[in-house]
């Protein structure tokens, strides 16, 4: 069974860049029918999609996010990573990374990760 | 504004059954047999409780139950437990542009 681990700066300057990695242990990330992706909890809010992929390297983003989300997999390393640009106090938030199938059913998700941004 | 639309709260007493719902549309909901719903407790991550509308993970007990007409899912919770109190949350596939949505969340309370 996959267990997740987020890590990451806890503080991000406005305008600048999100940088986070999720380490996959318990499994192999370079298994077929499961995707790897981002999902974000702003305080006291709603869970919002941020995008995933796949261990061959096809990308999923939030039409919202697109343009300043980055997705990458390491397979050697068995980790996967976000990076989300030009932060604002809006992208305060925890952010956990999951495991999900093609029907975006969540099955496994890390503990999170707070990140604040100042404003 | 969430994509799906849940109730803000619901509540009932232990054993009672509850039902929280979670409305879309005709390109979410409505589209797919591809609805999940989560348990959250305070300081933890969502946890899956049920998937494609009506299939339950491997240890969630059976007192929780899923269901979908056409743009409505819900989540039925019958035998209510002190330990459901919890936020809920629904999410829809939603496509090949969107992918996937999420409900607003229901604060769930044992009374």
């Known amino acids: 069974q996959h267990q997740l681990q987020e890590s990451g700066p806890g503080l991000v300057k406005s305008s600048g860049t999100l940088s986070l990695t999720c380490s996959v242990s318990?499994?192999?990330?370079?298994?077929?029918?499961?995707?790897w992706g981002w999902v974000r909890q702003p305080p006291g809010k709603e869970l919002e999609y941020i995008g995933s992929?796949?261990?061959?390297?096809?990308?999923y983003y939030n039409p919202s996010l697109r343009s300043r989300v980055t997705l990458a997999v390491d397979t050697s390393k068995n980790q996967f990573s976000l990076e989300l640009s030009s932060m604002t106090a809006a992208d305060t938030a925890i952010y956990y990374c999951t495991r999900h199938v093609f029907q975006y059913a969540f099955d496994i998700w890390g503990q999170g990760t707070t990140v604040a941004v100042p404003s | 504004q969430s994509a799906l639309t849940q109730p803000r709260s619901v509540s009932g007493s232990p054993g009672q059954s509850v039902a929280i719902s979670c409305t879309g549309t005709?390109?979410?909901?409505?589209?797919?047999?591809?609805v999940s719903w989560y348990q959250q407790h305070p300081g933890k991550a969502p946890k899956l409780m049920i998937y494609?509308?009506?299939k339950r993970p491997s240890g969630v007990p059976d007192r929780f139950s899923g269901s979908k007409s056409g743009n409505t899912a819900s989540l039925t919770i019958s035998g209510l437990q002190a330990e459901d109190e919890a936020d809920y949350y629904c999410?829809?596939?939603?496509?090949?542009?969107?992918?996937?949505?999420f409900g607003g969340g229901t604060k769930l309370t044992v009374l």
């Open positions: 005709s390109s979410d909901v409505g589209a797919y047999n591809y």
């Open positions: 992929m796949y261990y061959s390297g096809a990308t």
């Open positions: 318990g499994g192999s990330i370079s298994i077929q029918n499961y995707y």
């Open positions: 999410n829809s596939h939603a496509g090949t542009y969107t992918y996937v949505v």
């Open positions: 494609d509308v009506t």
